[in-house]
């Protein structure tokens, strides 16, 4: 069966300091990738998305990147991070289709 | 373009009345719709969906939705409310384009 993983869980840093958000999904191969941000009243915000190893879609400008080194590995970064990038992060896969998106426990970010 | 609007943010219901929980879509193709529910300190969980197949579609726990075209809405329903229903429910649209795009979410109370 497939199963996603996201880590770290919590994750407190001061303004200015880098970030490094890891996510992979065992059990099935080339799946679409995704990265969320979930403010209260929100909703899920697409961040950036990948339908293959290399290739990374982003949605919102911002103080973040992506990247998808291996086929089911998903890394979301910042070289210096913003106070409002304070937030609920959700890593998600898919088969494609579109079919059901599967997501990972989430990591959230506190930028002090 | 795609977009989801779910058009109330807060929805209360006494247990043991029908919940109606309202979404409309805007597609420039044939959309997939899906409805998630997030419980507290929880993740997301599919509902249901519907992919260009019938348009009453059944989902866990007693939900359905309709897909109506003419009014491009997709609203969850359920017969009768349980206090386990309590939760904050998201409408996704998705399509060729492998994006799947959040409403705001609704939260739903359920009254005793």
């Known amino acids: 069966s497939q199963t996603i993983h996201q880590w770290p869980a919590t994750l407190v840093q001061p303004v200015g300091s880098p970030l490094s958000l890891e996510c992979t999904v065992e059990?099935?191969?080339?799946?679409?990738l995704y990265w969320y941000r979930q403010a209260a009243g929100r909703g899920l915000q697409l961040l950036f998305y990948?339908?293959?190893?290399?290739?990374i879609s982003s949605e919102v400008p911002q103080n973040l990147s992506a990247s998808r080194p291996q086929d089911r590995q998903f890394i979301l970064s910042s070289k210096k991070l913003l106070l409002s990038d304070s937030g609920f992060y959700l890593c998600?896969?898919?088969?494609?289709?579109?079919?059901?998106?599967?997501f990972g426990e989430g990591s959230r970010l506190t930028v002090l | 373009a795609q977009s989801v609007t779910q058009l109330d943010s807060h929805v209360s219901v006494s247990e043991g009345t029908p919940v109606l929980l309202r979404c409309n879509y805007s597609?420039?193709?044939?959309?997939?719709l899906f409805w998630y529910v997030q419980h507290p300190n929880k993740g997301l969980q599919l509902l249901l969906k519907y992919t260009s197949a019938a348009t009453l579609v059944k989902g866990i726990n007693g939900f359905e939705a309709e897909f109506k075209k003419s009014e491009t809405s997709f609203h969850l329903t359920k017969p009768s409310a349980h206090m386990s229903d309590a939760a904050e429910y998201f409408c996704?649209?998705?399509?060729?384009?492998?994006?799947?795009?959040f409403g705001t979410g609704t939260r739903l109370k359920v009254l005793a």
């Open positions: 059990g099935t191969s080339n799946p679409n």
């Open positions: 990948s339908v293959g190893i290399g290739q």
């Open positions: 996704v649209v998705s399509g060729r384009t492998y994006k799947y795009i």
């Open positions: 597609s420039s193709y044939s959309p997939s």
């Open positions: 998600a896969w898919s088969e494609g289709g579109p079919g059901e998106l599967f």
